[in-house]
Structure formats: structure tokens, C-alpha cells
């Protein structure tokens, strides 16, 4: 019992105090290091939304130029219908279309007839209702950007463009969609947005409108799609992100503002994956933690190997080598702590033991020492208060 004690003490305890010392270490250490790789991994994210921003930022400044020069387009050749003496022709319409390079120039009349075109086509063809050339002409702007529509009759996609004229003519220019796209599709969002996707498979983008609709994103099938922040609890900022959950992975959410001229024109979000980031994480958590416990298993066991070292070099210190009994040096030390106290002594001396070493060997006297030990022992473990040396 007292020997379990003292291994409690000495061994256990301690030992379980540095197992303890060694999770907590190993804690602190997991967790500083994933704090340490989520804010790179975040600062990253940062840096990478922020010039993706920049980059929309300047793609829809580049459209929004665009426009203004097929606006610029449009206004030249309205002035030289505006300033040609009639009559007008088809032919006249189609000069002036290929000498500013446009494809097509309608013109229409007060009533929004169709009188001429430059290619002969849609004469005397009102569009209906619903059609953006209805309302510019109440609105009383001078000019008016279409968005890319098909033709009636044969579908050919146009990008149009409407200039009001001094006399309440209303002049139509439009460029085929085939050919802006060879001149600026490279310079339009969804394509930008493909080829950042491409450049970085685990992000995800998205660009957002003013009213947070997406017009742009990697994923095609978000087109279209409201986005609305306070649903989703995703504030525009450049400065915040939120971690989430896509598609079972976590992920790194940032929503940022997209401004021109110091105006806002819509916003970008930018989700990057971090299920690469939380794999190697785990990895190295898993290393740190078996390295501690295999240290802490070559600790426990160099430890208990001193230990019992220690015990065996303590025990044959004070005990004799041959009974196994506590010897004279034992002997003394429990004698000095009885000093002042009743205790009886009794010596033992074998009468003819240097003869009976004599006679029969020394194998034989160690013998009857062993057997005579043994005897003391005995009785000593059957009376409380005596003790065998």
C-alpha cells in the first residue's frame, strides 16, 4: 500500500500534471496557428476581392464608355441628317451609316412611323406598346441607349441607340451584338468574371446591380437571382466577411461596393472556399498532437524508468542484500526519530555461526540467515508496532 502510494505521488500525479501541461500547450498551439492561417487566409480574401471590385469597377466603366460612344456615334449622324436638305432618302441613310460605322439607321417620324431606313427595310413599322422607343419619346431626353434586342423579322441581335432631332424626328442607330462582342466581349463582366473564376476554382462571384440583382456571375444560373443583405445578413463592406457554409464547405463570404465617379453602382461578392485551408489545419493539428504524445509517451516511461531506478538504488541502500531485511544504516535512522519515545530493543546474535560457516559453507550460514530473516519477518507482520532489521 505504501509503495502504491508513493508511485501515486511520485509518478502519477506529476506525470498527469505534464499530460495536462502538454494538451494545453498543444492547444494554444493549434488554435494560435488557425487563427494565424484564417487571418492570412482572410487578408488574402481582402486583397483578392478588392482588386476583383477594381476590376468589375473598371469593366463597367469601360461599358459605360461604350455607350457613350455609340451615343457620340449616333449624335454625328443625327446632325448630318438634321442639317441634309430634303428630301431624305434611303441611300443618304445608308451613306451616312457606313461613314460614322453603323449597321443599320432608322428614321421615324413624329407619330413613330418608320419614313426611312438604310437599308430599305421596316418602312412605314411602328413598335408596339411596350417598346423603349414609346417611352423615350415621352420622357423628352435627347438621347436614349437600348439594350441589345433581336430584329422583328430576322432575329439579328442589335445594340441601338435613339437621338432625338430638332424638328421631333426620332433617329435610331444600332451596331450588331456580333460585332461588339468581337470588339469589347472580352471587356464585359459575365466574361471577366469566367476568367477570374478560372484563375482562382475555389471562389465563387458574383455582380450585383444596384437593386442587387445578379447580372454577372460564375455560377450561370445565379443570373437573374435578388440578392437581398439584410435577408441574408451579408452588409456590404470592405472591411467585414463572414464565414459560412456552401455547399456543406466552409467558406469565406465578402460583399463589396462597386463605385464610379464616386457613385455607387452596384456591389460584388466574392465566397472563397476554405475547405483546403481547414484540411491542412487538421493535418498539422493531428501532427502537433501525436508529437506531443509521443514525447510525452518517451517522458512517462524515461520517467518511470528513473523512478524504479531510484526505488532499487534507495532500497538496496538501506536494506541488506542477503534477508532482504532493513539493514544497520536503516536501522539507525528510525532509531533517532525514537529518541525520547518508550521502545524496547531486542538484538539476535547466533551462538557458533562463524563454525557453522565453517563446517558446512558459507552457501549453508546464508542459508540459515535467509530462514532466520524469514522468521522475523513473520512475526514482526503479525504484531503492530514491530519492525525486523
Known amino acids: 500500500m505504501e509503495d502504491q502510494r508513493i508511485w501515486l505521488k511520485s509518478v502519477i500525479i506529476p506525470s498527469a500534471l505534464i499530460l495536462l501541461l502538454f494538451v494545453a500547450v498543444g492547444w494554444w498551439a493549434i488554435i494560435s496557428l488557425r487563427s494565424f492561417y484564417y487571418e492570412q487566409r482572410v487578408e488574402e480574401a481582402l486583397l483578392t476581392a478588392k482588386s476583383y471590385a477594381t476590376t468589375m469597377s473598371m469593366v463597367i466603366e469601360a461599358d459605360k464608355h461604350f455607350d457613350e460612344e455609340l451615343a457620340a456615334t449616333l449624335q454625328v449622324g443625327a446632325a448630318v441628317v438634321d442639317r441634309y436638305p430634303w428630301p431624305i432618302t434611303n441611300e443618304l441613310l445608308q451613306g451616312i451609316a457606313k461613314d460614322v460605322m453603323l449597321d443599320i439607321i432608322y428614321l421615324y417620324d413624329e407619330n413613330l412611323v418608320v419614313t426611312h431606313s438604310s437599308n430599305g427595310s421596316f418602312i412605314g413599322w411602328e413598335p408596339p406598346p411596350d417598346h423603349p422607343l414609346r417611352t423615350f419619346q415621352q420622357s423628352g431626353e435627347q438621347v436614349f441607349i437600348d439594350e441589345i434586342r433581336a430584329e422583328v423579322d430576322t432575329g439579328i441581335l442589335y445594340k441601338y441607340a435613339y437621338r432625338r432631332t430638332a424638328d421631333g424626328k426620332i433617329i435610331q442607330g444600332g451596331l450588331k451584338a456580333e460585332k461588339i462582342e468581337g470588339r469589347f466581349g472580352h471587356l464585359k463582366p459575365q466574361h471577366i468574371i469566367e476568367v477570374l473564376a478560372q484563375?482562382?476554382?475555389?471562389?465563387?462571384?458574383?455582380?450585383?446591380?444596384?437593386?442587387?440583382?445578379?447580372?454577372?456571375?460564375?455560377?450561370?444560373?445565379?443570373?437573374?437571382?435578388?440578392?437581398?443583405?439584410?435577408?441574408?445578413?451579408?452588409?456590404?463592406?470592405?472591411?467585414?466577411?463572414?464565414?459560412?457554409?456552401?455547399?456543406?464547405?466552409?467558406?469565406?463570404?465578402?460583399?463589396?461596393?462597386?463605385?464610379?465617379?464616386?457613385?455607387?453602382i452596384g456591389s460584388l461578392i466574392v465566397i472563397s472556399s476554405l475547405k483546403r485551408l481547414n484540411m491542412l489545419i487538421h493535418t498539422i493539428s493531428v501532427v502537433i498532437t501525436l508529437t506531443l504524445l509521443v514525447f510525452y509517451g518517451f517522458f512517462f516511461y524515461s520517467f518511470s524508468r528513473v523512478y524504479r531506478l531510484n526505488i532499487r538504488i534507495a532500497h538496496h541502500a538501506n536494506h541488506d542484500v542477503l534477508t532482504g531485511l532493513p539493514n544497520l544504516r536503516h536501522y539507525y535512522q528510525i532509531a533517532s526519530r525514537l529518541r525520547g519515545k518508550e521502545h524496547a530493543l531486542m538484538v539476535i546474535n547466533p551462538l557458533n555461526f562463524k563454525r557453522l560457516n565453517m563446517l558446512f559453507g558459507y552457501a549453508h550460514g546464508d542459508e540459515v540467515l535467509t530462514h532466520l530473516a524469514h522468521a522475523l519477518q513473520e512475526i514482526a507482520d503479525h504484531n503492530e508496532g514491530i519492525t525486523a532489521f
Not at 452588409?235 to 463605385?259: A, E, T, V, W
Open 199 to 264: 484563375h482562382t476554382p475555389m471562389t465563387r462571384l458574383a455582380l450585383l446591380d444596384k437593386d442587387g440583382q445578379v447580372i454577372a456571375a460564375s455560377n450561370i444560373s445565379n443570373i437573374g437571382c435578388i440578392v437581398d443583405p439584410a435577408v441574408y445578413d451579408f452588409p456590404i463592406s470592405d472591411q467585414h466577411y463572414r464565414l459560412l457554409r456552401m455547399d456543406n464547405d466552409p467558406s469565406l463570404g465578402l460583399h463589396l461596393p462597386l463605385k464610379l465617379d464616386d457613385k455607387s
